[in-house]
């Protein structure tokens, strides 16, 4: 079954403590990126990967990081939480780069304390 | 930035009735989609509009485009319970890499 798998789907958390959301894709898409979700915000573009090793800056890249290794995989990681950063987070996956149809995960929902 | 911005935020109509929504947007584009979420789940791709059409068609999804006035509008006729979540535009601009934007989304609420 094609599918986007985020883990974990919950976690609570401190400020200050390392942690990265997982994403994999089974699809084998060139394009790959995050997103939060705030509410009254829609969802906003954190980083965005056109391949391995390609990644670049959404709008709201302050505060992550992601990587690139292999092209099914794309994690986004939080070096040092801040509770502004507790929010609903989506991982996307498309077969086109230049636009198109993205495939999302269900989501992970992260509070940080 | 935001790019799309849907009109209405929040719709509730009855059963059977049409639902309009709207989505304006600022900068030029490839491509517009639009997308449905059920409450806190993973957002559905519905149907992708490219800039030079005009009008698109879905099953019950009616989609128009209108590059001049920088605006969309999804119609979903004979709405039905099972309808009810909210809707998303998205816009596919070139800025040198490729961005998918999103607007806030519009909440559709269907009586049965």
């Known amino acids: 079954e094609a599918q986007v798998t985020q883990n974990p789907r919950y976690l609570i958390t401190v400020t200050g403590k390392k942690l990265t959301v997982t994403c994999s894709q089974n699809m084998n898409h060139e394009y790959m990126s995050w997103y939060r979700q705030d509410p009254g915000l829609g969802l906003r573009q954190i980083y965005y990967?056109?391949?391995?090793?390609?990644?670049d800056k959404g709008d709201v890249p302050e505060g992550y990081k992601v990587s690139r290794k292999e092209k099914r995989n794309f994690p986004l990681i939080l070096e040092s939480p801040s509770p502004n950063q507790t929010s609903l987070y989506f991982c996307?996956?498309?077969?086109?780069?230049?636009?198109?149809?993205?495939?999302f995960g269900e989501g992970s929902r992260l509070t940080v304390l | 930035s935001q790019q799309g911005e849907e009109d209405p935020q929040a719709l509730s109509i009855q059963e059977g009735e049409n639902a309009t929504m709207n989505c304006s947007y600022k900068t030029s584009i490839n491509n517009l989609q639009w997308y449905r979420q059920n409450s806190g789940r993973g957002l559905v791709h519905l149907i992708l509009i490219r800039s030079n059409e005009r009008e698109k068609h879905s099953g019950r999804l009616r989609v128009t485009l209108d590059t001049s006035k920088k605006s969309s509008s999804l119609l979903i006729t004979a709405s039905r319970a099972a309808d009810t979540a909210s809707y998303f535009c998205?816009?596919?601009?070139?800025?040198?890499?490729?961005?998918?934007?999103f607007g806030a989304g519009t909440r559709l609420f269907v009586k049965a």
């Open positions: 990967s056109m391949n391995v090793e390609v990644t």
């Open positions: 996307a996956s498309s077969f086109y780069v230049e636009g198109g149809e993205l495939f």
């Open positions: 998205a816009t596919d601009e070139d800025t040198g890499g490729f961005k998918t934007i």
